[in-house]
C-alpha cells in the first residue's frame, strides 16, 4: 500500500503526544523552537501544500519529466532556510483534538488527490523540492512520510526538553 509507511509514522506522531496535557502541547522550550503544537500544525500545513502542489502540476500539460531519487537514503527532506508561507505555524494557542483534526484533513486531502489522479501521470509529471530538485509526483507521496518521520525526532527532542527544563506558554494570536 502506497500510505503504509505515512499511516505507521502518523501513528508514532499521536503516540509521543499521548498523555500531553494542551497546555503542555502549546508549550515552548524554555532552550527555543516550536511547540509540539507548531510540529505537528506545520505537518498538517505542509501535507495540504505538497498536495495542493500534486494537483496543480496533474493539470499543468507542461509539468516536466524527472527521474527517480533515492529519497529514501536522503537526509535532505527537511530544508533549512525559509519554509514556504502555507506551510508556517501559527502561535494560535490549538488543542490535541483540533489538531489531530487537521492532520486528518489534510491526509483526506492528499488521498483525494492521490485517488483522483491518473498514475501514469504521477509518474509522468514532476515538481521541484528544495534540497533534491525536481521528484515525480509518485514519490512526493511517501516523501510527506519520510518528512514526518524527520519531524518526529523533533517533536521526541521538544517533549524531552519541556519535562527538563520547562516551557512558557506564549499567548495566543
Not at 498536495?51 to 507542461?62: C, H, Q, T
Request: aromatic letters at 6%.
Amino acid at each position: 500500500m502506497v500510505f503504509e509507511g505515512n499511516n505507521k509514522i502518523r501513528r508514532k506522531i499521536y503516540q509521543t503526544i499521548d498523555g500531553m496535557t494542551d497546555e503542555e502541547f502549546n508549550g515552548t522550550p524554555s532552550t527555543g523552537g516550536w511547540s509540539p503544537k507548531q510540529i505537528l500544525e506545520h505537518l498538517a500545513l505542509m501535507e495540504t501544500y505538497i498536495a495542493s502542489k500534486i494537483s496543480g502540476e496533474l493539470k499543468n500539460p507542461a509539468s516536466p519529466k524527472a527521474s527517480k531519487k533515492m529519497i529514501v537514503l536522503s537526509g535532505s527532506l527537511l530544508v533549512k532556510g525559509e519554509l514556504p508561507l502555507q506551510t508556517r505555524p501559527t502561535n494560535t494557542y490549538k488543542t490535541i483534538a483540533e489538531i489531530k483534526e487537521e492532520l486528518h484533513n489534510s491526509r483526506i486531502y492528499l488521498l483525494d488527490v492521490y485517488d483522483g489522479s491518473c498514475k501514469d501521470q504521477l509518474r509522468e509529471k514532476s515538481f521541484k523540492h528544495p534540497n533534491l530538485g525536481l521528484i515525480p509526483l509518485e514519490q512526493w507521496f511517501p516523501v510527506i512520510g519520510l518528512y514526518e518521520k524527520c519531524h518526529l525526532k523533533q517533536l521526541k527532542k521538544t517533549i524531552d526538553e519541556l519535562r527538563i527544563n520547562g516551557c512558557s506558554l506564549e499567548a495566543a494570536e
